[in-house]
């Protein structure tokens, strides 16, 4: 199971970090992403990180802005979101996947984030 945290109301250049903790599973052997869904949109894609930490990869109206990362001792993976905008008010989603070819098909509940001009 797959919880996200760390959601909440932010005006806009603020910051807030996301956190996804598991339980039930190790996360050190899964790929993980973040993904959004902000109302009368489609859910896509945020970003994603590799078992190691050591490959990240973002969409681009994120890049520069938002950090993926992992603590695997803690079984957490994070989504440090800096000089956020107003479209970026969503659902967060985290998501694991065992392999960069397959499908995320673990998800959690998801976290508001909402982004105040």
């Known amino acids: 199971q797959l919880v996200e945290s760390g959601g909440g109301l932010v005006q806009a250049g603020g910051s807030l970090r996301l956190s996804c903790a598991a339980s039930g599973r190790t996360l050190s052997s899964y790929n993980m992403g973040w993904f959004r869904q902000a109302p009368g949109k489609e859910r896509g894609f945020v970003a994603s990180i590799s078992k190691s930490g050591g490959s990240t990869a973002y969409v681009n109206s994120v890049k520069g802005r938002f950090t993926i990362s992992r603590d695997n001792a803690k079984n957490t993976v994070y989504l440090q979101m800096n000089s956020l905008k107003p479209e970026d008010t969503a659902v967060y989603y985290c998501?694991?996947?065992?392999?960069?070819?397959?499908?995320?098909?673990?998800w959690g509940q998801g976290t508001q984030v909402t982004v105040s001009s």
């Open positions: 998501a694991a996947r065992t392999t960069d070819l397959s499908p995320f098909g673990s």
